[in-house]
Structures are given as structure tokens and as C-alpha cells.
Nanobody
Framework: QVHLVESGGGLVQAGGSLRLSCAASGRTLDNYALGWFRQAPGKEREYVTA????????YYANSVMGRFTVFRDNAKKTVDLQMTSLKPEDTAVYYCAAGLSTAYQAMRNGYWGQGTQVTVSS
């Protein structure tokens, strides 16, 4: 079993930056991809980003490409999401996830955290 806990959400003005962190506990995650989904009110959950087990491969949604960066630290069992140039449309609950690969289905069907709210004001 894997337990994921997000932190770092909050309120930020448009154009600002925010860093989310996710701490994992339980079984080893060295072979798992780690990443983030988000869900805005009234919208479907969006696959935002993921990084594979050794950091050699990443995925970014077009909507965040060039603004968001994902990091992982296997020793600390953490995955961080650095968000810059934030826009009001980035407002959502952000969920940390762990899956067997960075493929969408693998991440969606993996382990999830409870989520952390990010609100970007205009």
C-alpha cells in the first residue's frame, strides 16, 4: 500500500509561483512514476505531469508546458511540482499520483493523494 500526502497549496496572484510537494510512505516507490492531476470545479480531472522512476522521462500537459516543472527525490520519497506564471485557469484541486508508468492509464489507476487546493486570483 502507498500513502500520498500533498502540501503547499494556497492562494496566489496571477503571474505568481507556487510549489507543491507530495510525500509518499508505505511500499518502495523506486519503480513507480510519480505525478500530478488536477480538477477544477465543474471540469474533468486533467493529467498535468509525471516523471518516471529515474527521472529520465517526463510528461507535461500542453496547458502547463514551459510553466510547470516536476521533480522527484527517491531518497526522500517526494515529488514536487514547481508552478510558475500561474493563471486563473490553473485554479484546481491538485492530486499527487503514483503509477507503474507515466502513461495516463497507469497513473489514473495507481495510488492517489487527497488533494490540495490551488487558487489563482486575477
Amino acid at each position: 500500500q502507498v500513502h500520498l500526502v500533498e502540501s503547499g497549496g494556497g492562494l496566489v496572484q496571477a503571474g505568481g509561483s507556487l510549489r507543491l510537494s507530495c510525500a509518499a510512505s508505505g511500499r518502495t516507490l523506486d519503480n513507480y512514476a510519480l505525478g500530478w492531476f488536477r480538477q477544477a470545479p465543474g471540469k474533468e480531472r486533467e493529467y498535468v505531469t509525471a516523471i518516471n522512476w529515474n527521472g529520465g522521462s517526463t510528461y507535461y500537459a500542453n496547458s502547463v508546458m514551459g510553466r510547470f516543472t516536476v521533480f522527484r527525490d527517491n531518497a526522500k520519497k517526494t515529488v514536487d511540482l514547481q508552478m510558475t506564471s500561474l493563471k486563473p485557469e490553473d485554479t484546481a484541486v491538485y492530486y499527487c499520483a503514483a503509477g507503474l508508468s507515466t502513461a495516463y492509464q497507469a497513473m489514473r489507476n495507481g495510488y492517489w493523494g487527497q488533494g490540495t487546493q490551488v487558487t489563482v486570483s486575477s
